[in-house]
DNA sequence: AAGTAAACGAGACGGTACGTCGGGTCTTTTC
DNA sequence: GAAAAGACCCGACGTACCGTCTCGTTTACTT
């Protein structure tokens, strides 16, 4: 229908204003106060400009977001797997506090709304993430830091699952301990699973509890 | 200033009309196109009285959750932990899909922008619902089916976690067999936590190790 | 249909309180910012005792204005018609202004869109004044002040009529001088009138005009 | 604050089509049942743009009736001035009538609340006119049919005067005869003003002693 | 004096319109 | 030909009063 515009006359100015004044207004204001009009008329652009080029606000922040991403360093390597996923945890809680300022958590709550833009944040600031994150835990497979055989999906799971979990019902993000309490269960949980082929159905031997 | 009304001459038939009303129109078109306007018309109802009783159209539908979810059952009990586990949580991920039609994915959209919505859907849904979950997990314990000295509070994260990660980046949920290794990993974990006294801050025994 | 209520148990109490109010408020805030919901909230009343027993806000200061106006005197009688015409012009023009705050003013913008209202307030405020000026007038006829056969509903038409013009346009009432002209020029209108029979349907002879 | 909109870029189209369906509103159910929202839906226009050219839907009536007058004729001029007269005063009473549909009416009912409102209405309607019928009067003391020294200003409120306060209290219009005879009185008094300097301050020449 | 029917205060209710906001589209003008 | 400026239609917002309608609670007339 409509032809998308021609992108070699794009004018950068225009779009890195329209990024920054969004950045900008959603820490000033939060992501809720957010609005088309308002991301114009802050950094001096036509609302058509926006239109232009994004499809909606959510898709604006997240280029805000994904623009500052590209300069972000590596997953950390320390060579201490525990250290650098505290750091790296501790850091995505960072990003995710305070819930009601912070841009990533406004995108969140879009995009649980918003097919399209879900898809779009997934492939631009998640997947390559989580890719970093078990190219960081193959290397620790390989200096033998955690079995050979675990299952990196499932890593993601317990490792990164129990944040969003606080997140979304407010349940308090994890302080120092537990978040060391949450890496030293899941790398144990990773660390204990029986060797493929042998998966039990049903339960593991409890090692300690029995009597 | 203004005046709570008077609990006493509330109108039981509107207030079911428009719980009712919430409800319907959140499942037949979304939670995104839910208006205040849309439920009271549909209610039959004056806008006036659902801003009398409620703050937000969130209040509306998580009032309507909560009347439908006090006359579900305790959380389930056949005496075989896993089943019951992996009977909640597939309950759950049902209430949780489709994302873009679901009631509580929106009620969770618009928690994460309302901190006072955030509070009454934690305090009326999610908080009754994991304390049920640790009554379960307290019997297994009882019965010896995991660690007496097991972290409940870990319990939660491992368990509940991974829906809410790949929720919020439409990462799928997962299907019967990941379900299982996610349960099985994270009891393994609460089963294998080390005594409390002998924490170990690094590492837990290498898997090679175990025998 | 509904049946009128039984006038014997009304309270008088409501009633004055009512009443006062509805004049309080008007001269505080102006006609059109009343209320029925303001009136009742001021005297401490129900909004149904007001519905019970007046149809329109119009009607409650009609009636107010018609207690005040019970205990107002006759027309003014000093013998000399010009001073009691000034008078009473006076009190007039004293009860219109200023026009944002006037309860008659009020009255008179709700009647022109409102038959009943108008009705309403002819019979009860309007026709007993004219019949009192009419009265008055023909004393003066009586006294040789003025024609005998001079059309008294025409001099209403030509004293009170100026006001009103200028009231509804806000042409600024008449000032000392003006109202005096406007006597001046009434009374002689009403006193060269041709006698009965000799009506000319065109012009009266211009007695000074002519070269 | 709010920034004027530019009226270079107004929509002529919407302009007209408000006006329009304004004044058939208004005929058709009469001023007290005009909406802003009845006049945007009429016009298929969006209530913001009413909203952002005028302040209440009296300036609405108010423009839409003085776009309508702007194509009326002067005052008429027959060489008569009393045929003239009578010819302009059945055409302000016919605009009045009937109270209840008339646009006129209600725009005075709402001016007389609303002192922007009554502020425009007299200088674009009411003041051209009065302007116009002193020009004729002019012309008619040229022409030596009133006297040279006749005051134009109770001229306006002897003949127009009468209208209003009958509109107002619902006296009913002047018919035929009546509208004769006000002219002829009022004229008649134009005429036997005394001469400027013999201003009495008290009584006009007793009627019988005129010859 | 007790019984009862009404008028009463309080205020919730279904409505209608208000005036405002922001979304997304469109046109006009400028660079 | 992209961009600024911003008017436009649209739909929802949250509010204010309307006039109607229960509720209990006085109040004042029966009986």
Chains 1, 2, 3, 4 share one sequence.
Not at 12 to 28: D, F, G, P, V
Not at 49 to 56: D, E, G, L, Q
Not at 136 to 149: F, K, N, P, S
Request: charged share 25%; glycine share 6%.
């Amino acid at each position: 229908m409509s032809v998308p515009p021609n992108p070699h006359r794009r004018s950068e100015a225009s779009r890195r204003a329209i990024l920054e004044a969004a950045l900008r207004l959603c820490i000033e204001s939060g992501y809720g106060q957010l609005t088309i009009e308002g991301i114009a008329a802050s950094a001096g652009v036509s609302k058509k400009t926006i239109y232009r080029w994004w499809p909606s606000k959510g898709a604006v922040v997240l280029e805000a977001l994904d623009d500052l991403a590209t300069t972000v360093v590596d997953y950390p390597d320390t060579g201490d797997l525990v250290v650098d996923l505290r750091t790296q945890l501790t850091a995505v809680i960072a990003l995710l506090s305070p819930a009601d300022r912070s841009a990533v958590v406004g995108l969140i709550a879009e995009a649980l709304q918003n097919a399209d833009l879900a898809h779009e944040l997934r492939e631009r600031l998640i997947a390559p993430r989580i890719a970093q994150f078990k190219e960081r835990m193959r290397r620790a497979q390989l200096e033998g830091q955690i079995a050979t055989d675990a299952d990196l999906d499932i890593a993601v799971d317990l490792l990164y699952g129990p944040l969003y979990h606080r997140l979304v019902f407010h349940l308090g993000m994890p302080d120092s301990r537990q978040l060391g309490e949450l890496i030293e269960h899941a790398l144990r949980a990773l660390n204990t699973a029986p060797r493929s082929g042998e998966t039990s159905a049903t339960m593991p031997p409890a090692p300690h509890a029995r009597h």
